[in-house]
């Protein structure tokens, strides 16, 4: 049978699969034509793994056959470049790490493999995901699928483009500041960015290590909810790992019941979001509200202040966490008579301009003198913005935000303007600074010059409550269908 890729879901592979309907294989080497047709264009790939994800999908096939399948095997997915396989090249697309090849699995790769997951190659992603749009990459940029002149958004752009360009059927990615949230939205996905600690950080390239975690990008709400219950789990090597938890059993705020109240932080959406998009916001609020859901205006007064504060953690962490690329330990290392000269080279060479732009800002808010006025007061009004989570919660089941100010924006509009492309960020910082779960659900499209771009909706729920997050996700998606 002809597999449709345009169609197909997890959850509708995994009845094909066990119902033998196609192989493993056969869905792989679906996938391998569609990435040779059509990745020359949008250049989701870095490198694409086509000997490997046969065996794989020969070794799924094997275990559907013995009655073994579990619900990810022989699943083709895509890692982003920023996440380890052992024995692979992970560069998190930088030029520094372009020859690194990992040697060991990080934990989520450990979790898909022990499934037989397929793993079709790593994705396009900006310079150790410093970014919106994909376009910092050491290695050229992504394009968005659903219209080549716009980017894909970023950084996870790569594996939301290889998604929603049908050349993977899901991709993981990792978020810091939204990283998984807004390419989802840009490119008509759900994206997920777990509790902090739900998902190991072992084996991810760090970014900001208080920020960071791997999460799921899907074509459906469930989808994601199957790709998250594979990866999370407690892990004994990160020390910020979570004890085990069950993500299907509520967690809600209010004990017993189903989620069922929505908080909107009204005063924080009138920063800078395009008319059409906040339309969009509005209307699904009121399908929701027609569903049964309460929709209440909730006061959060320092969530204005969150892109300053990440603006600040999130550098200090960058550089703190990019000192090790010395050109001795890892990757590319510069000949030169001493040994301040190849760090110097190294590193010059090495990173790109925003990678280094980074560096350069967590340095100076770390420095002594600085590290007052600006990293400590940082750290300070982080936890007001968790206080203000917190009380949120005490009335609400989830809060309710765009993804970001506005739909995918064209390639090359705001490379030169770094403040406009950390604007993208305004309403998903907030998740990664306070530690709670993130999701993106499509929800309705805006016009660009005669194009329908999809509009992501976000909810924000308390530590631990995926489960109301995938059910008023699944109610978003529903209503937009
Ligand atoms: N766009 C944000 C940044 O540039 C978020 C990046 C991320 O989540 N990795 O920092």
């Given amino acids: 049978m002809t597999i ?66 579990q619900a990810l095997t022989g699943i083709p997915l895509a890692i982003k470049d920023n996440i380890l396989i052992e024995g692979r090249i992970a560069s998190a697309a930088s030029k520094i790490l372009g020859n690194y090849h990992a040697s060991y699995d990080s934990f989520v790769a450990e979790k898909l493999k022990a499934q037989g997951v397929v793993f079709l190659g790593r994705t396009n992603m900006d310079e150790f995901a410093h970014g919106s749009s994909t376009e910092n990459s050491a290695y050229g940029p992504t394009k968005n699928p659903l219209d080549t002149t716009r980017v894909p958004g970023g ?203 980074r560096i350069l800002m967590g340095t100076f808010v770390l420095s002594s003198g600085y590290a007052d006025a600006y990293y400590r007061k940082a750290r300070q009004v982080r936890e007001l913005i968790r206080a203000d989570f917190s009380s949120a919660f005490m009335r609400v089941d989830a809060v309710a935000l765009p993804t970001s100010p506005g739909p995918a924006f064209k390639i090359g509009e705001k490379a030169n303007d770094p403040m406009a492309m950390y604007l993208e960020d305004i309403f998903s910082v907030t998740a990664n600074l306070s530690g709670v779960p993130g999701i993106s659900v499509p929800a309705g499209m805006v016009d660009r010059e005669g194009k329908k771009l999809p509009v992501g909706f976000q909810l924000l729920a308390p530590h631990k409550a995926e489960e109301t997050l995938f059910a008023i996700g699944e109610q978003v998606e529903k209503n937009s269908a």
């Fill in 155 to 357: 950084s996870s752009g790569g594996s939301a483009a290889a998604v929603a360009g049908n050349m993977a059927l899901a991709a993981l990615g990792s978020d810091t500041g939204g990283s998984i949230r807004q390419p989802a939205s840009h490119c008509g996905l759900v994206g997920l960015k777990p509790t902090y600690g739900a998902v190991s950080r072992n084996g991810l390239i760090a970014m900001g290590s208080s920020l960071d975690q791997i999460g799921p990008l899907t074509k459906t709400v469930s989808d994601a909810k199957v790709l998250f219950e594979a990866i999370k789990g407690h892990d004994v090597k990160d020390s910020t790992s979570l004890p085990d938890y069950s993500s299907t059993k509520g967690g809600l705020s209010t004990g017993s019941g189903r989620a069922k109240r929505i908080g909107v932080p009204r005063a924080f959406l009138k920063e800078g979001v395009d008319k059409d998009v906040l339309e969009t916001f509005e209307a699904t609020l009121k399908k929701l509200a027609a569903a049964g859901y309460e929709i209440h205006d909730i006061d959060m007064p320092n969530l204005p202040y969150s892109l300053a504060v990440y603006y600040i953690i999130m550098p200090a962490e960058v550089s703190t966490n990019l000192a090790r690329f010395d050109g001795i330990r890892y990757g590319l290392s510069v000949e030169a008579p001493t040994i301040g000269e190849v760090y110097a080279k190294s590193r010059g060479q090495g990173f790109g301009p925003e990678a280094r732009r």
């Fill in 4 to 69: 449709d890729l345009s169609k197909i879901t997890i959850a509708s592979a995994r009845k094909s699969l066990d119902a033998k309907e196609f192989t493993a294989r056969e869905l792989t080497d679906a996938y391998l034509e569609a990435i040779r047709k059509k990745d020359g264009e949008i250049h989701a790939y870095l490198e694409v793994w086509e000997n490997s994800a046969r065996a794989e999908a020969d070794a799924a096939d094997k275990m559907i056959a013995e009655g073994k399948a």
